[in-house]
Structure formats: structure tokens, C-alpha cells
């Protein structure tokens, strides 16, 4: 059975507004729910035929080794098992990885991560986490989760001890990262200051199977989290203008310090999207594509978000300002139509658009 998403509220469009928008405003209109319908999908079911096994770590863990052969390398505490890859165990000052092997070309995938994350430690009394990664780099032992924080690609960081101790969040918190390795990942702040966005999780200690979903289609990263035994995805992070290359490898790493816990992972499993492109896309070699993103633009201009608190004004990104200029001129054409409406009992709900 699937995990299916809820659609956006917004996207619902009231037929008493609707008809009385003018021709330009209902292109506008058109342009962006098509937007929006591209990249709000379903994560998938999983289904068979799109699994991916070489990119795919899955129990008895066959092709985990360091012969020419295997598809995964591991390295440092990692222990490989029959029931769980344990990156590190409850001790102080571990540190282990597993990495796939083989590079990956598709350029639409999703990765399913079974995990768990558990040890003796009391509240804020355990530490430091693990990651998923995406990087050109493999094999790199680092103070960042037991990997370089100097890296190429995408970082998902699944933090479980606050360093910084800021009051606004919680922990366990789960954020992401791109990098062309020119920006290092601060882990005496928690890794604010370049965080494409996050949310809190608890994730530790649970007696049900957690998981992890990482997405990345047509220039659109999500993440979700199946962590509360519903059988049902939550989404953490939705974040569109993300540009990553093929080529790259797939790992996770884990890292202890003078806290610690036990960090598995119980399965990686890699799902090929079947999407369409364009033929200048298809043309274009997806392994010259430089890491980056498009998200950190000038909070003056746009108006601050939540999801931008925090971030520097100098994170690296690619202009795209046409997308921004539309969502604009279709903010102004509903806010147009609204005052025309007034009257009507039925109308949209600008702050769902914001």
C-alpha cells in the first residue's frame, strides 16, 4: 500500500473566484498549479520493478565488503551483522561509514532508509548522530558525523545532540545540506548557517521500525519521516531549485563522541522515478552539474520565511528569478480578485499561499 502525501489545501481553487479572474490571471494560474502538480507527488510504494539493487543495501547484506567485487565498502566501527549494519556502537569516540560502491546515474531517485538509533543515554545524554549522503567524495573519514564536512553534493544530518543549545528547536532534528565544497558544515552550531530547511524528530529509542525517505526529482528535494508506527510518510523538508549531478555515491555515516549510541542501519533501498525530461535536458551531461540550490536569496526582497531563519546571505545558489517573478505576479492576481470579491462567502486563503 502506498504512504500517500495530502495534497496542498491551496491547490483546491474555488470555482466562484475562478471565473471571474481575467484571461491573464487564469494562465498565470495554470502556470503555477502545473508547477506545483510536477513536484507535489506520492513517495513511492516501493514497488519492485523500480528498485535499484546495486545501490540498494538490503538484509543478508551480500556484496558488503572490501573485495573488488562488493557494492558496498564500510569503514572505521562499522560492524555488519545479519539483522543491521551498526556504524557505531554505545561507546565514546566512535566512528564508522558504509558506502556504496557504485556511482549513480539516474537523475530522478528516491532512497528508503530503515534505521535505528537507540543506546542507555537519558535525556540529552547521548549524542551525536548519523547522515546520508549523496557525495562525490566516498570513503572520507571527518569530524561531521564520521565524514568530511568539506564535501560535494547533498547531506542529510540526523542530529541528535545540540551543540548549540539555541532555544528555537528541539532534538533529534533531521536538516539537509548541499554543498559544491566550498561551504563547510559547522557543527559547533548545528549546522544553521547553510541548512536548507529541517524539522524535529523523535527518533530515538523507539520500539517500531523508523524510516527515512529521500527524493530528488526534477530539481526537488523532499524528505520525509515514517517514525510513530502509522505506516504513514510525514513530510520534513519540501525544497525546490536543487540541483545535484549524477555520478555521485550513496553512503552513511555515524559518529560518537563524549556521548554516545547505537546507530543502524537496517536497509538502504534505492527506487528508480520514472520522469519525464526534455530533450535539451537529455542532451545535457548530468555529471557536469555543479551542487547547488536556488533557496538562499535576499530575505529583504522576498519577505522572511521560517524556513530561511538562520541562513547566511552568502550561501552559493543558481538565479531563478523567472520562478520567483511569477509566484509574485500570481500572489497580486489573487489578491486582485479578492478585493473584487468581497462579498462572496467563498474565497482563497492567502495565508496558505504564503
Known amino acids: 500500500m502506498a504512504r500517500e502525501r495530502s495534497p496542498a489545501l491551496w491547490l483546491h481553487t474555488q470555482p466562484s473566484v475562478t ?22 507527488s506520492d513517495i513511492t510504494d516501493g514497488n519492485a520493478e523500480h528498485l535499484k539493487r546495486e545501490h540498494s543495501l538490503i538484509k ?8 573488488p567485487s562488493s557494492q558496498w565498502d564500510f569503514w572505521g566501527s562499522t560492524l555488519v551483522t545479519s539483522q543491521y549494519v551498526r556504524l557505531t556502537p ?13 556511482p549513480c546515474y539516474l537523475k530522478d531517485w528516491e532512497m528508503h532508509v530503515q ?13 551525536d548522530g548519523f547522515a546520508i549522503w549523496y557525495t562525490k567524495e566516498r570513503l572520507h573519514p571527518g569530524t561531521v558525523f564520521g565524514s568530511s564536512g ?24 533531521i536538516s539537509a545540506m548541499v554543498s559544491n565544497g566550498s561551504l563547510p558544515y559547522d557543527h559547533g552550531k548545528d549546522g ?36 510513530d508506527d502509522r505506516n504513514d510518510w510525514r513530510e520534513c523538508i519540501d525544497i525546490g531549485g536543487v540541483r545535484l549531478p549524477t555520478g555521485y555515491y550513496f553512503g552513511s555515516s555515524a559518529a560518537t563522541g563524549d556521548l554516545s549510541d547505537n546507530h543502524d542501519i ?33 530575505p529583504e526582497i522576498f519577505g522572511a520565511h521560517p524556513s530561511l531563519a538562520g541562513r547566511s546571505s552568502h550561501y552559493f545558489c543558481v538565479p531563478c528569478w523567472e520562478l520567483w517573478f511569477m509566484r509574485l505576479l500570481v500572489l497580486w492576481s489573487f489578491r486582485s480578485v479578492r478585493r473584487g470579491t468581497r462579498g462572496s462567502t467563498k474565497h482563497l486563503d492567502f495565508k496558505e499561499l504564503d
Open 192 to 227: 544553521r548557517s547553510t541548512e536548507l530547511g529541517g524539522c524535529s524528530v523523535e527518533v530515538r529509542n523507539k520500539d517500531h521500525d523508523t524510516y527515512l525517505a529521500v527524493r530528488y526529482s526534477k530539481g526537488r528535494l523532499t524528505i520525509m519521516v515514517d517514525v
Open 90 to 102: 554505545d561507546e565514546r569516540s566512535k566512528q564508522g561509514s558504509i558506502w556504496n560502491t557504485v
Open 19 to 40: 471565473r471571474k479572474m481575467p484571461v491573464c490571471h487564469r494562465i498565470l494560474l495554470l502556470l503555477w498549479l502545473l508547477h506545483f502538480s510536477s513536484v507535489y
Open 266 to 298: 537496517i536497509s538502504m533501498k534505492m527506487y528508480q522515478l520514472m520522469v519525464e525530461h526534455t530533450p535539451e535536458e537529455d542532451n545535457q551531461d548530468w555529471t557536469k552539474i555543479e551542487p547547488s540550490t536556488i533557496l538562499m536569496i535576499q
Open 150 to 173: 568539506n564535501f560535494h553534493g547533498l547531506a542529510i544530518f540526523i542530529d541528535t545532540y545540540p551543540n548549540d543549545e539555541a532555544p528555537d528547536r528541539s532534538f533529534p532534528y
Open 115 to 127: 534505521f535505528k538509533v537507540h543506546g542507555s543515554g537519558k535525556k540529552n545524554l547521548h549524542g
Open 60 to 67: 543478508p547484506y551480500q556484496g558488503v565488503g572490501t573485495s
